[in-house]
């Protein structure tokens, strides 16, 4: 599921760690970075990893535009490669 596209690798990373931070829905899951070219011009885009079905996907994209944050679910495309990756971290939950 991809959460924005950026000028640099430094402002996706910086992204995520705002994102992650500001959210709860996003803490649990591990990120990435993959460039892409666009008439002439590379971006970064930021994606969230580790769903495993694309309903997974949407269902958690849509839980995030309900909370103003704008996302899309795509498939990778076979020649991205991985500019980028951040481990997920697991969510601590107390009991009694």
Same mark, same amino acid.
């Given at each position: 599921?991809?959460?924005?596209?950026?000028?640099?690798?430094?402002?996706?990373?910086?992204?995520? %760690?705002?994102?992650?931070? %500001?959210?709860?829905?996003?803490?649990?899951?591990?990120?990435?970075?993959?460039?892409?070219?666009?008439?002439?011009?590379?971006?970064?885009?930021?994606?969230?990893?580790?769903?495993?079905?694309?309903?997974?996907?949407?269902?958690?994209?849509?839980?995030?535009?309900?909370? %103003?944050?704008?996302?899309?679910?795509?498939?990778?495309?076979?020649?991205?490669?991985?500019?980028?990756?951040?481990?997920?971290?697991?969510?601590?939950?107390?009991?009694?």
């Amino acid at each position: 599921m991809q959460l924005g596209a950026y000028d640099t690798l430094g402002i996706a990373k910086e992204k995520w %760690g705002t994102l992650k931070r %500001g959210n709860t829905l996003l803490a649990s899951f591990p990120a990435s970075s993959h460039s892409a070219t666009v008439k002439g011009k590379t971006f970064y885009r930021l994606t969230v990893n580790g769903l495993k079905t694309r309903a997974d996907a949407e269902k958690l994209c849509g839980q995030l535009r309900a909370k %103003g944050q704008s996302c899309f679910t795509r498939q990778m495309a076979g020649n991205e490669s991985i500019q980028w990756a951040a481990k997920g971290t697991p969510v601590r939950v107390a009991s009694r």
